[in-house]
T-cell receptor, first 112, second 114 residues
Framework: GQNIDQPTEMTATEGAIVQINCTYQ??????LFWYQQHAGEAPTFLSY????GLEEKGRFSSFLSRSKGYSYLLLKELQMKDSASYLC?????????????FGTGTQLKVEL | IAGITQAPTSQILAAGRRMTLRCTQD?????MYWYRQDLGLGLRLIHY???????GKGEVPDGYSVSRANTDDFPLTLASAVPSQTSVYFC?????????????FGPGTRLTVL
């Protein structure tokens, strides 16, 4: 099975940098996704990592270490609109290789 | 292009009633998924379909059934609703060419079972 851990809540200041960590244990690994979910809305895709290292996409970057079962999402130049829940999801190899197991999400609050 | 649509947006249902949540996508995606999202538990997969005509069970399938008669539609049925099925239900789809790929989510259905 899969076990995914993320902090429940984080608070950061507008303009700052925040790092949201995700650790996982999975029997067979086929990639890790990060999604953003604003309150009352659907999750939207942010990033995908399957190899070790950093993937950068504008203000958002995601890092993966497969040997450590660890990922983080880095948000730079924080804006008020970044206040949302950030979901880490692991894709195991089993069962077709496309199903995701989600963590419970990290609620990020951006303050002035 | 609408992407993924779900209906209804919200519903209050008496326990014991039958309910079908509708999901339609216009992206010609092969795979479709149903999740429920509960506070403190995150998104949990109920059922999925990797291609029209096939379905599979996810993490929490009990009390739910699905069908995939064509590529676009993936309805979720609660045969006899119970209060523990009160949740927000999200439908998602992905291209699925044999490996992991980005899932795109519908707007969700908020279901309350009394």
């Amino acid at each position: 099975g899969q076990n995914i851990d993320q902090p429940t809540e984080m608070t950061a200041t507008e303009g700052a940098i925040v790092q949201i960590n995700c650790t996982y244990q999975t029997s067979g690994f086929n990639g890790l996704f990060w999604y953003q979910q604003h309150a009352g809305e659907a999750p939207t895709f942010l990033s995908y990592n399957v190899l070790d290292g950093l993937e950068e996409k504008g203000r958002f970057s995601s890092f993966l270490s497969r040997s450590k079962g660890y990922s983080y999402l880095l948000l730079k130049e924080l804006q008020m609109k970044d206040s949302a829940s950030y979901l880490c999801a692991v894709c195991p190899i089993t069962g077709g290789g496309n199903k995701l197991t989600f963590g419970t999400g990290t609620q990020l609050k951006v303050e002035l | 292009i609408a992407g993924i649509t779900q209906a209804p947006t919200s519903q209050i249902l008496a326990a014991g009633r039958r309910m079908t949540l509708r999901c339609t996508q216009d992206m010609r995606h092969n795979a479709m998924y149903w999740y429920r999202q509960d506070l403190g538990l995150g998104l949990r997969l109920i059922h999925y379909s990797n291609t029209a005509g096939t379905t599979g069970k996810g993490e929490v399938p009990d009390g739910y059934s699905v069908s995939r008669a064509n590529t676009d539609d993936f309805p979720l049925t609660l045969a006899s609703a119970v209060p523990s099925q009160t949740s927000v239900y999200f439908c998602a789809s992905s291209a699925y060419l044999g490996g992991p790929d980005t899932q795109y989510f519908g707007p969700g259905t908020r279901l309350t079972v009394l």
